[in-house]
């Protein structure tokens, strides 16, 4: 989520070649889009208004020796930008990723081997925009060319990265990441989920043991004192014409999933004597493995051949690339004393969150020798 307070004043300053012609956009991060659109990401280490212009690849990083794609540009224009950005947000692609990489110090290679992945929070005091003048036509980009900076924003910053692996880092956690309350510890957070975290940006450190979720200017300024003078903590990407940026999604958003089982059609009742049986079923479901979707629920019930009705009912966050899998067991009375007996067990079978298309459903039955049933399930997911 994200708070921007931002007023924008051009700032005349004639040692530097003249006021600029026009502010910025309010600055905003991330950004996704059609070629030549523009985004923000925190600043690389030792980045400076020199690279502006200078062509960069998928991965965000300028070819020893080439220079810029506008040889008559002049020396950016420069702006104040009083105000204030927050985020607390997933990594959900990985142009996203890659465009902070350097400034995260994350080795790409690494990352995409194990699977990690990310979310921060962010906060951003905006002091100064300075903006590419281009000034004449751009030179043909070398064809590993995707991006150009385009602009730097100078302020102070502080950012904590959480990561994971795609198990530990689920959408539960992703969810609870996105909620997670004004003033709750960071790190708390994250040994909760058995994540790491690591910090990045310049300009804010933390007024207490640890760094704390916020939502306002109010709360940032109650966590985080400012450390030194204003540097660059922001850069403006633009992406080139006649480019392909890597869209590919790494941490689907989590949707949320409600499974039901509707009804239970019964048989053969397994009683030795008499046509009915009090039968015992109790059913769960789990994340990709995790039986993370609350406590098992049970009903008792006095059965005969027939349909029956269950109030079985979970709501979860999930990702579109998690399964979910719910299975049925239970006990039957034979009809001797005391006799029980385990009834035959039922599931779903895997169910990718991914293809559950608004709604799906389905039977999952078994039997043995002595008893047989089927339960009618249902999934349904949120847009």
């Not at 280490?45 to 040889?71: C, E, I, K, T, W």
């Not at 902070?100 to 929070?121: E, G, H, M, P, T």
């Not at 769960?284 to 979707?293: Q, W």
Request: hydrophobic share 40%; glycine share 10%.
């Amino acid at each position: 989520m994200r708070l921007s307070l931002v007023l924008v004043m051009v700032l005349l300053v004639v040692a530097v070649g003249g006021p600029a012609e026009s502010a910025p956009p309010p600055p905003t991060f991330g950004g996704a889009g059609a070629p030549g659109r523009t985004f923000i990401a925190d600043a690389p280490p030792g980045f400076d208004y020199r690279l502006l212009g200078v062509p960069l690849d998928a991965n965000f990083r300028a070819a020893q020796g080439v220079g810029s794609l506008f040889p008559q540009a002049g020396l950016p224009a420069p702006f104040i930008v009083n105000g204030f950005d927050i985020e607390q947000k997933l990594v959900s692609t990985a142009e996203e990723l890659s465009a902070n990489a350097q400034a995260w110090a994350l080795d790409l290679n690494i990352v995409s081997q194990q699977r990690q992945r990310f979310a921060f929070f962010r906060a951003v005091q905006w002091t100064t925009a300075w903006e590419l003048q281009t000034n004449g036509p751009m030179l043909k980009p070398p064809p590993w060319a995707v991006y150009y900076a385009s602009k730097v924003f100078l302020g102070r910053s502080y950012t904590e990265v959480v990561q994971g692996d795609s198990a530990t880092f689920n959408a539960r956690a992703g969810a609870h990441f996105l909620t997670a309350p004004v003033g709750m510890n960071i790190g708390s957070f994250s040994s909760q989920h058995n994540l790491t975290t690591h910090r990045a940006g310049a300009g804010f450190v933390p007024t207490g043991p640890g760094s704390m979720f916020a939502r306002t200017e109010q709360d940032v300024m109650r966590s985080y004192r400012p450390d030194g003078v204003p540097v660059i903590v922001a850069v403006e990407y633009t992406q080139l014409p006649g480019t392909a940026a890597n869209g590919a999604i790494i941490f689907p958003p989590p949707r949320m999933v409600t499974v039901r089982f509707d009804t239970l059609d019964v048989g053969a009742p397994g009683a030795m004597f008499t046509g009915a049986s009090n039968w015992t079923i109790a059913a769960d479901c789990m994340i990709s493995g995790l039986s993370d979707m609350g406590t098992p629920q049970s009903i008792n019930l006095r059965v005969s051949r027939g349909r029956f009705s269950l109030p079985f009912v979970w709501t979860v966050k999930a990702g579109d690339d998690e399964q979910i899998m719910c299975t049925a067991r239970g006990t039957y009375a034979r009809g001797l004393p005391g006799e029980t007996r385990p009834l035959a067990v039922s599931t779903t079978g895997p169910i990718l969150v991914g293809r559950i298309n608004n709604a799906v459903s389905g039977p999952m039955s078994a039997s043995d020798a002595d008893t047989s049933y089927a339960i009618t399930w249902s999934m349904t997911k949120s847009p």
